[in-house]
């Protein structure tokens, strides 16, 4: 986890606009930026298993499976951050649910047009393959203008209430969890990462999509 005073060094590269390239195989490059504290954030973490702050049961056995790791192949971390309404939420609540097969994790911005334009469609995949085993969580760093952390209002008002996501929103204002994904080089968002049962991420990208994702959550799930 990247630590609050690393965010100087992220602010030079948050001016990269979103990029188009994809990558499948490895870390992408660059950063998004961060700033101070803002009101109704909090930070990352990761916690053993037992009850979440959201009273939700976590199999220590599955919880002992989560890495570290960022790349594709690799097993990814227990992310753990506040939602909109600021109930601290783990992505082990979607892991490790026994319904799911395949967790979708997608990193963006408010400043990322590709992102926005992405949450219509993330939804539309969210009512179509949830009752098959996919679970989707965005993780929002920052606001409409690069070095601007992510509040709760915006969570709230301008992401999951504007495109009205029956899904979670997670909020990284101190981008401890998205500037690992994105590595260093001068790549941008959005990122996605499709995890599996085990942790494993099957499939990451680094910029907009292409068009193996959907077949891949469609292989994940068994959904038709």
Known sequence: MQMRMMLTVFVGALSVACSPAVETTDDGGGTTGGGTTAAGTTGGGTTGGGTTGGGVEIDAACLAKAGDGT????????????????????????????????????????????????????????????????????????????????????????????????????????????????????ASLPIIALVDKDWKIVLKQVGSDDNTLEPTIKALTGCN
């Open 71 to 186: 790349a594709q192949g690799e097993q990814i971390q227990n992310i753990t951050l506040d939602i909109c309404d600021g109930t601290n939420v783990q992505l082990a609540e979607k892991v490790c649910n026994p319904a799911t097969k395949v967790t979708l994790v997608y990193f963006g911005a408010g400043w990322c047009q590709p992102c926005r334009e992405k949450q219509a469609t993330l939804k539309k995949w969210y009512e179509k393959y949830n009752k098959c085993g996919l679970e989707i969580v965005d993780i929002i760093s920052e606001q409409d203008a690069p070095n601007s952390p992510v509040t709760q209002t915006f969570c709230k008002a301008s992401w999951k209430d504007f495109y009205d996501l029956p899904f979670d929103v997670m909020m990284d204002p101190f981008n401890d969890y998205t500037q690992p994904f994105l590595g260093g080089g001068g």
